[in-house]
């Protein structure tokens, strides 16, 4: 099986320019009926000590109308990240939380990064053939 057959890609945040020490807000996505979800936070470049804090938020609302935070993860470059980076954060959904899930992301750069967010929904089923998606 091929990862495409099993995850369903969505953007909760296309590239934009994030304001130093500014809290952004993505889309949220519908987990309901799906096993897991992964967000991938990319990040342009960021120097040596740098931090980036992401919030996993979940609400009941599609808008993300009144999020509770889930959990909240600092990474901190441990070198130069002249090529970026991608935070990696997971989620198994639960009734416990809310319906649509999202993320909320700030750094410490001190000057505009570019960053962008895509979920990976894994789903129950093998999804029919998505002509965007390209096998070799």
Known sequence: MRLNDTYLGAI????????SATLTTTGFVDVSGVPEVTFLVATGALTKGKKLTVQLVASDVAE?????????????AEEALTGGAVAVVSYLPTAAHGRYVGIKLKHD??????????????????????????NY
Do not use: H, Y
């Open 12 to 19: 909760a945040m296309v590239p934009k320019a994030v304001a």
């Open 64 to 76: 993300g109308t009144g999020s509770v935070q889930i959990a909240e993860q600092v990474f901190t």
């Open 109 to 134: 750069a001190g000057s505009d990064v570019n960053c962008s967010v895509t979920a990976m929904l894994r789903q129950r089923m093998t999804p029919a053939e998505n002509g965007w998606a390209v």
